[in-house]
Nanobody, 123 residues
């Protein structure tokens, strides 16, 4: 069982930055790929970024490439999402998720979700 807790959300002006953290419980965390998803009001959840169990592979949604960076520190059992050059359209609740498999863009293989953290970008 892996439990995930997100933090780091908040209100920021367009062009600003935020760093989200996804802290996990459970010693098996380092075995799993971890992804970030987001859901804006009235919209479906969408994939943002993911990282493999050892950090060697990452994937990003086209909308965030070049602006967001995902990395993990397995000694701290935490995954981070650095978000730069934020835009109003990045406003959403951000969730982290764990999966036994990489390529979790659809969310179908996710077995654990965090509770979410709100990110609001003002124009």
């Amino acid at each position: 069982q892996v439990q995930l807790v997100e933090s780091g959300g908040g209100l920021v002006q367009a062009g600003g930055s935020l760093r989200l953290s996804c802290a996990a419980s459970g010693r098996t965390f380092s075995r799993y790929a971890v992804g970030w998803f987001r859901q804006a009001p009235g919209k479906e959840r969408e994939f943002v970024a993911e990282i493999s169990w050892n950090g060697d592979a990452t994937e990003y949604a086209e909308s965030v490439k070049g602006r967001f960076t995902i990395w993990r520190d397995n000694t701290k059992i935490t995954v981070y999402l650095q978000m730069n050059s934020l835009k109003p359209e990045d406003t959403a609740v951000y969730y982290c998720a764990a999966s036994p498999l990489f390529n979790i863009g659809s969310g179908a293989t996710v077995f654990s979700w965090g509770q979410g953290t709100q990110v609001t970008v003002s124009s």
